[in-house]
């Protein structure tokens, strides 16, 4: 059984910024996909931020300029920079892995972001 463990939630102010990390348990071969999303109270999860295996990146139209997806130095690792924070970031932030032709398909148990002044 793998489990995703995210960290680096918080509360920041408006215009703060915060960096989350997201770390399997144990090693995974063939990630295709990385991705953050986020679930604000009474919303659906949505799609924040992706990078393939190949390094290509997608993000929402909400956060583009402001957050970057990368890979972390460690193998099976991502991190996600949120600059600029403002009150309709706020939500709880998910990682997901995805493996090729659907092999898993892994999430963490999410960490809260709130940003309020």
């Known amino acids: 059984q793998v489990h995703l463990v995210e960290s680096g939630g918080g509360l920041v102010q408006p215009g703060g910024s915060l960096r989350l990390s997201c770390a399997a348990s144990r090693s995974i071969n063939g990630i295709e996909l990385m991705a953050w999303y986020h679930q604000a109270p009474g919303k659906q999860r949505e799609s924040v931020a992706s990078i393939s295996r190949g390094g290509t990146t997608n993000y929402a139209d909400s956060v583009k300029d402001r957050f970057t997806i990368d890979f972390g130095t460690a193998k099976g690792t991502v991190y996600l920079q949120m600059n600029n924070l403002k009150p309709e970031d706020t939500a709880v932030y998910y990682c997901?892995?995805?493996?090729?032709?659907?092999?898993?398909?892994?999430w963490g148990q999410g960490t809260q972001v709130t940003v309020s002044s």
């Open positions: 997901n892995f995805k493996g090729p032709f659907k092999e898993y398909d892994y």
